[in-house]
Nanobody, 115 residues
Framework: QVQLVESGGGLVQAGGSLRLSCSAS????????MEWYRQAPGKQRELVAQ???????YYADSVKGRFTISRVNANNTVYLQMNSLKPEDTAVYYC?????????WGQGTQVTVSS
């Protein structure tokens, strides 16, 4: 079992930056994939970025070149650095992982980008 807690959301102007953190309640060293999703009002939740234990990363086309996902196994934390933010990035951002075929989500953190 693992608990995920996101932080770092807030209100920012377009073009600004935020760094989200996802802290896990246990070691993530042995967890393969750590992921960030987001859900905007009236829209489906979508995958934003993934990072695998070997360091491989994946990004949705909409954030490629602007967002960077990273993980620090030593402190059980995954980060999402978001630069050049746009109003369409406004959403609740969630951390997710799968451990022993069970899916775990954090509670989410709100990101609001004003134009």
């Amino acid at each position: 079992q693992v608990q995920l807690v996101e932080s770092g959301g807030g209100l920012v102007q377009a073009g600004g930056s935020l760094r989200l953190s996802c802290s896990a309640s246990r070691s993530i060293f042995s967890i393969n994939a750590m992921e960030w999703y987001r859900q905007a009002p009236g829209k489906q939740r979508e995958l934003v970025a993934q990072i695998f234990s070997g360091g491989t990363t994946y990004y949705a086309d909409s954030v490629k070149g602007r967002f960077t996902i990273s993980r620090v196994n030593a402190n059980n934390t995954v980060y999402l650095q978001m630069n050049s933010l746009k109003p369409e990035d406004t959403a609740v951002y969630y951390c997710r992982t799968i451990v022993v075929r069970r899916t775990y989500w954090g509670q989410g953190t709100q990101v609001t980008v004003s134009s």
